[in-house]
């Protein structure tokens, strides 16, 4: 090979194919490591060795950059839809979707916040009571007093009604019972209807005007309704000189009548006014003089009320009977 043949790198010699081994047709090869002679085809060539090379001569510089350029990778495309598929961008862990806060998430957070605290302050406003929040210490016992004393006269009511319908229910006694029961219930209607005179414990409530300032009917109508929640069972008002007092029932009304006087069911009455009424007087008498009450009212107004306590008192004064014209009773 000649020296401009090594240098760029042509020409090459070519191998050298094995040549099969001469001698007499037939007559098998002397040699010791000789192949044997049925494995050799003339049709497929034996195993070829590799011609040793030279190593090639140097490209010149240019040539050389060029290979390496030619021979660098391509940089590989980006998705753009897929980040992860860039190979030199950093991965990183996707964060929870439990810690990613919006605007919205923001916002509703706040609002319930807001609407949380609303709440809480209404509760706080709707349950303390300015009234009670001011009241002495006795004067809330007065008024526990009253409300323990409205219980148990509920519950004594419960109890008798129970007593009533278990003799009602019973085989011997069941109209006796009847009758017994017709006759307290016609009693007590007869009472609170004003037709029947009553006679029991209870107070002597007196209405004192003052200096030129008489007693509003208002206020009488709210000490009318502070003896009925008291638990009032009959009342009757009477007013000076003698005249003749007025049953106060249900649908009993109250006027401001001409130079302070009061008119009561049509009748006029000249104070001061007294209220006989017929009750629990300790129970009555606490819800007269609760503060802000009527007794408190009246004293604003210049005036005083007087309460006695009876120990029997008459309620004499009657209520002629009411004509019904459309109600009915239900058979």
Same mark, same amino acid.
């Given at each position: 090979?000649?020296?401009?043949?090594?240098?760029?790198?042509?020409?090459?010699?070519?191998?050298?194919?094995?040549?099969?081994?001469?001698?007499?047709?037939?007559?098998?090869?002397?040699?010791?490591?000789?192949?044997?002679?049925?494995?050799?085809?003339?049709?497929?060539?034996?195993?070829?060795?590799? !011609?040793?090379?030279?190593?090639?001569?140097?490209? /010149?510089?240019?040539?050389?950059?060029?290979?390496?350029?030619?021979?660098?990778? !391509?940089?590989?495309?980006?998705?753009?839809?897929?980040?992860?598929?860039?190979?030199?961008?950093?991965?990183?862990?996707?964060?929870?979707?439990? $810690?990613?806060?919006?605007?919205?998430?923001?916002? @509703?957070?706040?609002?319930?916040?807001?609407?949380?605290?609303?709440?809480?302050?209404?509760?706080?406003?709707?349950?303390?009571?300015?009234?009670?929040?001011?009241?002495?210490?006795?004067?809330?016992?007065?008024?526990?007093?009253?409300?323990?004393? $409205?219980?148990?006269?509920?519950?004594?009511?419960?109890? !008798?009604?129970?007593?009533?319908?278990?003799?009602?229910?019973?085989?011997?006694?069941?109209?006796?019972?009847?009758?017994?029961?017709?006759? $307290? $219930?016609?009693?007590?209607?007869? @009472?609170?209807?004003?037709?029947? /005179?009553?006679?029991?414990?209870?107070?002597?409530?007196?209405?004192?005007?003052?200096?030129?300032?008489?007693?509003?009917?208002?206020? @009488?109508?709210?000490?009318?309704?502070?003896?009925?929640?008291?638990?009032?069972?009959?009342?009757?008002?009477?007013?000076?000189?003698?005249?003749? /007092?007025?049953? @106060?029932?249900?649908?009993?009304?109250?006027?401001?009548?001409?130079?302070?006087?009061?008119?009561?069911?049509?009748?006029?009455?000249?104070?001061?006014?007294?209220?006989?009424?017929?009750?629990?007087?300790?129970?009555?008498?606490? !819800?007269?003089?609760?503060?802000?009450?009527?007794?408190?009212?009246?004293?604003?107004?210049?005036?005083?009320?007087?309460?006695?306590?009876?120990?029997?008192?008459?309620?004499?004064?009657?209520?002629?009977?009411?004509?019904?014209?459309?109600?009915? /009773?239900?058979?």
């Amino acid at each position: 090979m000649s020296d401009e043949q090594r240098d760029t790198g042509t020409g090459w010699p070519q191998p050298a194919e094995p040549r099969r081994p001469s001698g007499p047709a037939g007559e098998p090869d002397p040699r010791p490591d000789a192949p044997d002679p049925d494995e050799l085809s003339p049709l497929v060539p034996p195993a070829q060795e590799p !011609a040793r090379q030279d190593p090639p001569a140097s490209p /010149p510089a240019e040539e050389a950059e060029t290979q390496r350029i030619e021979a660098e990778p !391509a940089p590989a495309e980006v998705d753009p839809e897929r980040p992860e598929a860039d190979p030199d961008r950093v991965a990183v862990a996707p964060v929870p979707a439990s $810690r990613r806060w919006t605007s919205a998430g923001v916002m @509703i957070a706040v609002l319930l916040a807001l609407l949380g605290f609303t709440l809480v302050v209404q509760l706080k406003t709707t349950s303390t009571d300015p009234t009670l929040a001011a009241t002495r210490q006795e004067d809330l016992v007065r008024i526990f007093s009253d409300l323990d004393s $409205r219980e148990k006269r509920l519950q004594q009511d419960i109890e !008798a009604l129970e007593e009533s319908q278990r003799q009602l229910r019973s085989g011997e006694q069941g109209r006796q019972a009847a009758l017994d029961e017709a006759r $307290r $219930r016609a009693d007590e209607l007869g @009472i609170l209807a004003g037709t029947l /005179p009553a006679r029991g414990p209870g107070l002597s409530v007196e209405f004192q005007p003052g200096a030129g300032k008489p007693i509003r009917a208002d206020r @009488i109508l709210d000490a009318v309704q502070e003896l009925r929640g008291a638990g009032a069972e009959a009342m009757q008002i009477a007013g000076s000189g003698g005249g003749s /007092p007025v049953r @106060i029932i249900a649908s009993t009304y109250f006027l401001d009548g001409p130079g302070g006087s009061l008119v009561v069911d049509g009748r006029s009455l000249s104070g001061p006014f007294t209220i006989t009424v017929i009750g629990d007087p300790k129970t009555m008498e606490t !819800a007269l003089k609760i503060p802000g009450g009527v007794a408190a009212s009246v004293a604003g107004d210049g005036g005083t009320v007087n309460v006695d306590e009876r120990g029997v008192a008459e309620v004499s004064a009657l209520h002629a009977p009411m004509k019904l014209e459309h109600a009915r /009773p239900v058979s």
